[in-house]
């Protein structure tokens, strides 16, 4: 038979997972968690030390206990880059530049980004990892003159929208992002490190530099396991 403070923390924990806890929340107090559970302290106590072993909580003195989901918290349509994102989130961002191409647009990519497509366009492929484990498997059309003259290296462990600042002078302005969840083609889960038909997110990305041009076109699979998805708006937005 199971100890009784390992099934109270297997309790607890999938109650945190199930619900509206998001990485850092709160949680009960040491009380709160003894008269839900109808147990001892000792018990609640030993619940919780075995959570933050396998860090899952973590506790601060004088505070209280707070949730640790390892997920990464992002707003659709965020311009946060994706090492600002996972540092602020106590996480180790790097980033591995997979390919980059100089080629010809595609129609659609020529409707996009206009006249300045017809010089060709640049197709970056990068693997996000947070804490050394794959997150992130990001492909970019880019469209702006002198990119065709980069090279793979220059995007390792970069952040592309501060690259883009920097050696162009492009301030990424506006974001449109679709989001779908799909479940994970062989090929997409042996890059990410998943089981194939696991259920990931695919986002579609549109960005617009400070003068309203298309700059890139992304399409990026993300691991549901390590991100979750929010969007706020007011009751207007929605109807009533």
């Not at 923390?9 to 109650?15: F, K, M, T």
């Not at 640790?68 to 180790?92: A, L």
């Not at 961002?93 to 020529?110: C, G, I, N, Q």
């Not at 579609?204 to 990026?220: A, G, K, M, P």
């Amino acid at each position: 038979m199971a100890l009784l403070y390992r099934t109270i923390a297997n309790r607890l924990l999938e109650e945190l997972q199930a619900g509206s806890w998001r990485d850092g929340a709160l949680i009960p107090s040491e009380a709160e968690l003894q008269e839900s559970y109808r147990i001892s302290r000792s018990t609640v106590r030993r619940a919780l030390a075995l959570l933050e072993k396998d860090g899952h909580v973590e506790r601060r003195q004088g505070l209280g206990s707070f949730y640790r989901s390892h997920k990464i918290g992002k707003r659709i349509s965020s311009r946060v880059d994706f090492h600002s994102e996972g540092r602020t989130h106590g996480q180790q961002p790097s980033t591995r530049a997979l390919s980059f191409t100089a080629r010809v647009p595609s129609l659609s990519e020529m409707a996009v980004f206009g006249p300045e497509a017809r010089n060709g366009v640049v197709e970056l492929r990068r693997l996000r990892l947070l804490n050394g484990h794959s997150t992130v498997f990001q492909t970019s059309v880019l469209c702006h003159v002198g990119m065709q003259d980069m090279k793979r290296s220059d995007f390792e462990d970069n952040s592309l929208y501060e690259l883009l600042r920097s050696r162009f002078g492009v301030i990424v302005s506006t974001v449109s992002e679709t989001l779908e969840a799909i479940n994970a083609s062989p090929e997409i889960s042996r890059i990410i490190g998943i089981e194939p038909g696991v259920a990931i997110f695919n986002t579609h990305r549109i960005v617009q530099d400070q003068n309203e041009r298309v700059v890139e076109l992304s399409n990026n699979y993300v691991r549901a396991d390590r991100y979750y998805f929010s969007f706020t708006g007011s009751v207007e937005e929605f109807g009533r």
